[in-house]
């Protein structure tokens, strides 16, 4: 059976699939890190909702993909798990 990473590698050789995949990476980027943060601090859903005010259906929307977070969103995330919130602008790689 193929794992995960094996079967993405297989799929990354396709032209197309890789760059909406790429396209969809600072999506991806944002879900892990929320997922990360709330984890790394054992917090439920449920109760990362109580700290911030954010309905827990909001929170589950968030990190299943189903809802893109405005800053101010992810401001109140981070401050309910005691953070600070950090964007940056990475320079591409050349190819």
Do not use: C, H, W
């Amino acid at each position: 059976m193929k794992t995960l990473n094996e079967m993405l590698e297989n799929q990354m050789q396709d032209e197309k699939f890789r760059k909406e995949y790429e396209e969809m990476q600072p999506e991806f980027d944002v879900i892990r890190a929320i997922v990360d943060a709330r984890t790394s601090q054992n917090l439920t859903q449920k109760e990362l909702s109580e700290r911030t005010g954010i309905n827990q259906a909001d929170i589950s929307k968030l990190e299943n993909g189903t809802r893109n977070p405005s800053v101010s969103l992810l401001k109140r995330l981070a401050e309910g798990m005691g953070m600070v919130l950090k964007i940056e602008f990475i320079p591409k790689q050349k190819v």
